[in-house]
């Protein structure tokens, strides 16, 4: 069974930094096109962050040059290490699953979804 | 990069349909074939319910629909049931930033 659990959000002070995990099982993260995906308070979802199965990773602008995505494939855990926060940041922050494997590239779209772990960024 | 057009909210009957547009630009929902839409109530996660179109994942009721015309896609729900009350979220490839969302579309059930 597919599956993505979330850690590490938290309330933190503008400027400050939180790294965010996201467990995975039954697949294996290092074959997946993995993304990072936030949702603000009574908000849509916004894209943050994919890292491809060959490593190459992708921002949005929003978030470019202070979000860093990783994985580390022997714990089968993605990363969102989130550098300068801002209050604009604060969302649930949820880690996808592409419905595409391989090398091919991938699907664009999220067949699996972790539960979100809440990110507050407040003084 | 700016977020795919939805109507903020549609409503219907039990039994009814409803359709929920999703409207982009050639740079994403025009020129790909890589839509998809998302069934979000409240307080959970979001769950794939069509993509690449029209495609429909394993589990989801073919009361789910999905097509498209030019840079608009559309999302059909026939035979409209009180679990489908949520709010729906279409997304695609976009050659500007790689993924894009729509605004976000509640769908009620009277």
């Known amino acids: 069974e597919v599956k993505l659990v979330e850690s590490g959000g938290g309330l933190i002070q503008p400027g400050g930094s939180l790294r965010l995990s996201c467990a995975a099982s039954g697949f294996t993260v290092s074959s997946n096109y993995m993304s990072w995906v936030r949702q603000a308070p009574g908000k849509g979802l916004e894209w943050v962050s994919v890292?491809?199965?060959?490593?190459?990773?992708y921002y949005a602008d929003s978030v470019k040059g202070r979000f860093t995505i990783s994985r580390d494939n022997s714990k089968k855990t993605l990363y969102l290490q989130m550098n300068s926060l801002r209050a604009e940041d604060t969302a649930v922050y949820y880690c996808?699953?592409?419905?595409?494997?391989?090398?091919?590239?991938?699907?664009?779209?999220?067949?699996?979804w972790g539960q979100g772990t809440l990110v507050t960024v407040s003084s | 990069q700016s977020a795919l057009t939805q109507p903020p909210s549609v409503s219907g009957s039990p039994g009814q349909s409803v359709t929920i547009s999703c409207t982009g630009t050639s740079s994403d929902v025009g020129s790909y074939n890589r839509v998809s839409w998302y069934q979000q109530p409240p307080g959970t996660a979001p769950k794939l319910m069509i993509y690449?179109?029209?495609n429909r994942p394993s589990g989801v009721p073919d009361r789910f629909s999905g097509s498209k015309s030019g840079n608009t896609a559309s999302l059909t729900i026939s035979g409209l049931q009180a679990e489908d009350e949520a709010d729906y979220y279409c997304?695609?490839?976009?050659?500007?930033?790689?993924?894009?969302f729509g605004t976000g579309t509640k769908v009620t059930v009277l």
């Open positions: 996808a699953r592409d419905g595409v494997e391989g090398i091919t590239g991938p699907g664009y779209y999220f067949d699996y």
């Open positions: 890292i491809y199965s060959g490593g190459s990773t």
């Open positions: 997304s695609s490839y976009t050659s500007s930033s790689l993924y894009v």
């Open positions: 690449e179109v029209t």
